[in-house]
């Protein structure tokens, strides 16, 4: 009988040494550094998938130092190799991208991957790896695609948390010399990738609606709210595209590697199929309920996209986009409801989220320099921008101040649309102080979410809010 271990041990690389499809991140990688070129890539498919893979790695080539590994199989291919056993790399990913895997791990002795007009899968791969190791050897793979190889195999690896998977490589007539057990990963990761806990930023679609509460009717509350509920599904799914255009720079992030799309526990080409296939079925729905409000969340979509795509990566500019999503938000409360838009509410907008998304950026620079990094991953900012973020949120904190005084002393006390107007100076009082305090704790790198969504949690900030609440109802 064979002692198998003593057979060179093939390993494949998509799902099986690497936790992610080289090809789907490739495409991805594609899409945010040149998204025509990699559609015109699509037409390639005429001429079989070994030359669309060809021609994605022209277009671009995604991070292959970043992409994460099984680190149990590793640990066994260097176990193996260290006792002497030939590790050879066998992939249908494009030979390039093979290649530069292999580089970054000097155990394999070989390389083997698609390349002109063969796509290495299947019995494909089988036939190749037979004419290649004619005493035989022993295959390392994931999934049902692979069973023609392990047919043709002495044993197999199988890195698979399906037990079905086991018995039918067995049911081939061939033995299981090791099996990789994969934590599945359910709904829990996804539920985390869309960030539920940031829906709450959304409620801001409604403030206009209360502050022209006395010209609301009800079926522009309901309006409101029905798009409240779909700019939460839109704000997700462009999550989803935010970090699936990330994923290099959240690879090396100290915390960030953890989210579903870096860490591999979601996979590129199911965020890829989810959004192509509810972002427009959303954006639609929006355009029946409400035409106007609808339009105004097609521009929130568009402004999101042109964020994912670049705009993160211009130093000041990125959060002058972050301050211009928040005011949209406002918009789609005014069109949804049928109001009259106020220049003060948007123009105060503007400046107080600005300053807010500053503060987020004035921690992670702060958090760099902690670790010694010169700039921030995936952003344009570098270690010493400090003093850059410092003064210009700031700056924009107390001109959002500087508004909600004039509003009230041009507008407010001059109209006595209030029947006791003095309790609104609460108003201004309470946003200099709550700016404050999210300026100290972002100096302090102590500000790790979005400043919103820190504040709906913030027992001082809520405790402000409330405070504003009833001044404006004493005022009344």
């Given at each position: 009988?064979?002692?198998?271990?003593?057979?060179?041990l093939?390993?494949?690389?998509?799902?099986?040494?690497?936790?992610?499809?080289?090809?789907?991140?490739?495409?991805?990688?594609?899409?945010f550094a040149?998204?025509?070129?990699?559609?015109?890539?699509?037409?390639?498919?005429?001429?079989?998938?070994?030359?669309?893979?060809?021609?994605?790695?022209?277009?671009?080539?995604?991070?292959?130092?970043?992409?994460?590994?099984?680190?149990?199989?590793l640990?066994?291919?260097?176990?193996?190799?260290?006792?002497?056993?030939?590790?050879?790399l066998?992939?249908a990913?494009?030979?390039?991208?093979?290649?530069?895997?292999?580089?970054?791990?000097?155990?394999?002795?070989?390389?083997?991957?698609?390349?002109?007009g063969?796509?290495?899968?299947?019995?494909?791969?089988?036939?190749?790896?037979?004419q290649?190791?004619?005493?035989?050897?022993v295959?390392?793979?994931?999934?049902?695609?692979?069973?023609?190889?392990?047919r043709?195999?002495?044993?197999?690896?199988?890195?698979?948390?399906?037990?079905?998977l086991?018995d039918?490589?067995?049911?081939?007539?061939?033995?299981?010399?090791?099996?990789?057990?994969?934590?599945?990963?359910?709904?829990a990761?996804?539920?985390?990738?869309?960030?539920?806990?940031?829906?709450?930023?959304?409620?801001?679609?409604?403030?206009?609606?209360?502050?022209?509460?006395?010209?609301?009717?009800?079926?522009?509350?309901l309006?409101?709210?029905?798009?409240?509920?779909?700019?939460?599904?839109?704000?997700?799914?462009?999550?989803?595209?935010?970090?699936m255009?990330?994923?290099?720079?959240d690879r090396?992030?100290?915390?960030?590697?953890?989210?579903?799309?870096?860490?591999?526990?979601?996979?590129?080409?199911?965020?890829l199929?989810?959004?192509?296939?509810?972002?427009?079925?959303?954006?639609?729905?929006?355009?029946?309920?409400?035409?106007?409000a609808?339009?105004?969340?097609?521009?929130?979509?568009?402004?999101?996209?042109?964020?994912?795509?670049g705009?993160?990566?211009?130093?000041l500019?990125?959060?002058?986009?972050i301050?211009?999503?928040?005011?949209?938000?406002?918009?789609?409360?005014?069109?949804?409801a049928?109001?009259?838009?106020?220049?003060?509410?948007?123009?105060?907008?503007?400046?107080?989220?600005?300053?807010?998304?500053l503060?987020?950026?004035?921690?992670?620079?702060?958090?760099?320099?902690?670790?010694?990094?010169?700039?921030?991953?995936?952003r344009?900012?570098?270690?010493?921008?400090?003093?850059?973020?410092?003064?210009?949120?700031?700056?924009?904190?107390m001109?959002?101040?500087?508004?909600?005084?004039?509003?009230?002393?041009?507008?407010?006390?001059?109209?006595?649309?209030?029947?006791t107007?003095?309790?609104?100076?609460?108003?201004?009082?309470?946003?200099?102080?709550?700016?404050?305090?999210?300026?100290?704790?972002?100096?302090?790198?102590?500000?790790?979410?979005?400043?919103?969504?820190?504040?709906?949690?913030?027992?001082?900030?809520l405790?402000?809010?409330?405070?504003?609440?009833?001044?404006?109802?004493?005022?009344?």
């Amino acid at each position: 009988m064979i002692d198998t271990r003593k057979l060179p041990l093939i390993v494949d690389l998509d799902g099986t040494f690497l936790k992610v499809d080289s090809l789907f991140e490739t495409f991805a990688a594609g899409l945010f550094a040149s998204t025509f070129g990699s559609l015109l890539a699509l037409l390639e498919l005429r001429n079989g998938i070994s030359a669309f893979k060809q021609r994605l790695t022209r277009v671009a080539e995604p991070d292959v130092d970043s992409f994460p590994v099984r680190e149990e199989l590793l640990a066994y291919l260097e176990q193996e190799a260290h006792a002497g056993r030939e590790i050879h790399l066998a992939t249908a990913a494009d030979r390039v991208i093979a290649l530069k895997v292999a580089s970054r791990f000097p155990l394999f002795r070989s390389v083997n991957g698609s390349e002109g007009g063969l796509n290495l899968k299947g019995q494909n791969k089988a036939d190749r790896l037979l004419q290649q190791f004619p005493d035989g050897f022993v295959y390392a793979g994931d999934s049902t695609v692979d069973l023609p190889v392990w047919r043709s195999a002495k044993a197999a690896v199988v890195v698979s948390s399906s037990r079905a998977l086991v018995d039918a490589v067995e049911a081939g007539g061939t033995p299981v010399e090791r099996a990789f057990g994969d934590k599945p990963h359910g709904r829990a990761v996804w539920l985390k990738a869309l960030r539920p806990h940031q829906w709450a930023k959304n409620m801001i679609v409604l403030v206009p609606v209360a502050l022209g509460w006395r010209d609301v009717t009800p079926e522009g509350l309901l309006r409101a709210l029905v798009m409240v509920g779909l700019l939460c599904m839109v704000a997700s799914l462009t999550y989803l595209v935010n970090d699936m255009a990330d994923l290099a720079s959240d690879r090396k992030h100290w915390s960030k590697r953890r989210r579903g799309f870096a860490s591999g526990a979601i996979p590129v080409r199911d965020g890829l199929l989810v959004v192509s296939a509810v972002l427009p079925v959303a954006c639609i729905v929006a355009l029946l309920v409400a035409p106007l409000a609808g339009l105004c969340l097609l521009f929130y979509v568009a402004v999101t996209l042109g964020y994912s795509f670049g705009w993160k990566r211009i130093p000041l500019f990125d959060t002058f986009v972050i301050a211009l999503l928040f005011t949209i938000r406002i918009l789609i409360g005014i069109a949804a409801a049928d109001l009259e838009p106020s220049a003060w509410l948007l123009t105060f907008s503007m400046f107080f989220f600005f300053s807010l998304a500053l503060a987020k950026r004035h921690t992670e620079i702060l958090r760099a320099a902690e670790h010694s990094l010169q700039k921030l991953e995936g952003r344009g900012y570098q270690a010493g921008d400090e003093g850059l973020t410092l003064a210009f949120g700031s700056a924009a904190s107390m001109a959002s101040i500087v508004i909600v005084v004039l509003y009230l002393v041009e507008e407010v006390f001059a109209r006595q649309i209030y029947h006791t107007p003095a309790w609104l100076w609460v108003a201004p009082i309470a946003i200099f102080l709550f700016s404050c305090r999210i300026w100290v704790l972002s100096h302090r790198g102590r500000m790790t979410d979005d400043p919103v969504a820190f504040a709906l949690r913030d027992n001082v900030s809520l405790g402000l809010g409330v405070l504003v609440a009833v001044a404006i109802l004493l005022a009344l």
